[in-house]
């Protein structure tokens, strides 16, 4: 039997929580634990951050129980793996609303996955909270009810901020190659209309399908363009072959590439040698924050590394802290309420919280603000929010910041 006080006992070998059926009784009558759902990418491409993500999802859900639980009641969380792969990331989301009757889906990674899976969440009138850049995530047919909450730059702001590295380097004759889906074509597209609107000219762009064993002849086309810089919307296993290839061909130009795919594994994948001078962009977490800190202590004991390892687990730590405080604020765990309080607990005007306890408390004088581990979260009317973006340039076969973006 479950522990109501904690419900944080995961089953072996599956990372998936679950209650005694007592307990599922106790919540059908409005009573007993929140139920949410923890989808994240803990193998396929995502896996780098999947663990992370999912682990700070638990620590959060810890702290907010510690705290008394949201609206008197503890959350439960209920974890899955979308494999980084949106069949799989779809059967997980049906088994996580239709099985374990879930409130709330919190940590989708990868636009593919999250397209794929707010179509359920809006068929089942609970929020999806998520990590992806798609542009047509903020809009309908997706994001048709308002139940899609982007914790991550959209692909459009990674395009300006790339635009912003662009003139900050001195680049004049950029190229770009993405891949073929929502999010690597929504990076290549928003930097070139930054570009344009910079006055600037993309010299050549190319768009390539995915799983191939080679990228020659795409990468041929874009270096026959001679531009300074090649500007990408890539994943780690397509970044790999493009960058050995390039490197083979002797031609020489930069890269600006999202910290997805030019990454420690990216470096480990090529070597020093085929990696320096690539510039590496990502959004930064709010690391001045109180909220940053509560952070970075829980995932170094989750995780033995720091918390500035992993930005995607900051925004699932602030997804279940978001959540708990709408929750409180709602006084009830019914969507159709919480919705509504999430732009209200997360955006200014109010006291400025870092917690679901100081927000608790808070809330009982009036308005609150949460300011969070991963950004500031103000939510746009898209449900979307603006962090600020890291320019990190391999060195030596390490990853070093240099500056910070703001846009």
Known sequence: MINRRTLLTAVAG?????????VLRAQGAGSGPIRIGALNPVTGSGSPYGSGMQKMILAAAEAVN????????????????TQTNPQAGVLAAKKLIEANKVQAILGTWSSGVSLAVIPLCNDAGIPLFHC??????????ANAKGLGFRFQATNGRFGRAFAEICVKE???????????NASGIGNTEGFRQAWEAKGGKVVESVVYEPNQASYRSELMKVLAAQPDVIVTGSYLADTTILLREWFQSGQ????????????PDLIKALGPEVTED???VDSVSNEGSPAYAQFDAAYQKAMNQPGSANVYAAMTWDMVNVLALAIEAAGSSDMSAVVPKLREVGNPPGTVVSSFAE????????????DGASSVLDFDQYGDVTPDFGAYFITGGKLERRYIVKI
């Open 14 to 22: 599956t990372g998936a929580l679950m209650a005694a059926p007592s």
């Open 66 to 81: 510690a705290a008394g639980g949201a609206a008197g009641r503890p959350i439960e969380i209920i974890a899955e793996d």
């Open 132 to 141: 992806s850049g798609a542009p047509a995530l903020s809009t309908p047919p």
């Open 170 to 180: 001195g680049f004049k004759r950029p190229a770009t190659m993405a891949f073929n």
């Open 252 to 263: 020489p130009v930069r890269w600006i590439i999202p910290g997805w795919a030019a990454n």
């Open 278 to 280: 690539i510039i590496s």
């Open 359 to 370: 927000g608790k408390a808070a809330l009982k004088n009036g308005k609150i603000n949460y």
